[in-house]
C-alpha cells in the first residue's frame, strides 16, 4: 500500500494567498498536470525537488515556507 | 480524475472483459475436444480487434469531454506512477511465464504453454492499469 510522505505543505494557502491563484494557473506555472497540484495539496505525493522550487519560486517564498517535515509521521 | 486515470479504467475493464472471453473460448473449445486446443489466431485478432475497437471509440469520448486535459503531456507524478505499476505488473508477467515453463516441463504440453503465456501478458496488463488506478487515487 503507497505510504504518505512524510511532509507537509502549504501550498493551498499559499495559491489562495496569492489573489486565489487557480490550481490550474499553479499547474501552469510549475509544469505539472493540475491532477498534480491537487495531489501536492492533499499530501498524496510529494514533488521533486525542481517542482517544489518552482512552486516556492511562485509565491517568492523559501523552500522551508512551503514544505515542512513532519515529524509526528516519523512516530 | 486525470485523462490517464480515466484510460487506465477504461483499458483495465476493457482488458478484463475481452481477456475473460479469450479465455472462456480456449477453457470451452478445449473441453469440447477432450485436450488442449492449439493457438488460434482467428481468436485472437478477434480479441485484439475488439479491445482496439472498444479503446479508441472510449478515448474519442473522454478526450472529447475534456480536451484539455487529453493534451496534457505525463508530468513527473504520471511518469512515477506508470513506472511502479509498470514494475510490479512485470512480476505478474513473470510469475505467469515462470509457471507455464515448469507446466510445460512437467507435461510437455505446448498449447497449454502458450495460453498460459497470453494469459499472463492479459493478468500483468491489466495489473498495471489496477496498480495505475491504485497509485494515482493513494499515492506513489
Known sequence: ?????????????????????????????????????????????????????RIARVFQVGLEDVFQWDDTAEA | ?????????????????????????????????????????VLIAVATGMLVFGAIISHIIIAASSPEEANDAEDERDKQVLRRAGNISGYVLGFGIFAGLWHYYFLADGNMLFHIAVASLIASQVAEYALTILFYRRGV
Do not use: C
Request: no cysteine.
Open chain 1, 1 to 53: 500500500m503507497a505510504k504518505r510522505p512524510p511532509i507537509l505543505n502549504r501550498v493551498k494557502a499559499l495559491r489562495e494567498a496569492h489573489d486565489g491563484m487557480s490550481q490550474a494557473a499553479l499547474a501552469k506555472e510549475i509544469g505539472v498536470t493540475r491532477q498534480t497540484v491537487i495531489a501536492i495539496e492533499q499530501g498524496r505525493y510529494s514533488p521533486s525537488l525542481e517542482s517544489a522550487f
Open chain 2, 1 to 41: 480524475m486525470s485523462f490517464h486515470e480515466k484510460s487506465a479504467w477504461i483499458m483495465g475493464v476493457l482488458l478484463s472483459l475481452t481477456g475473460f472471453w479469450y479465455i472462456s473460448q480456449v477453457w470451452s473449445r478445449s473441453e469440447a475436444l477432450g485436450e488442449t486446443i492449439g493457438p488460434n489466431i
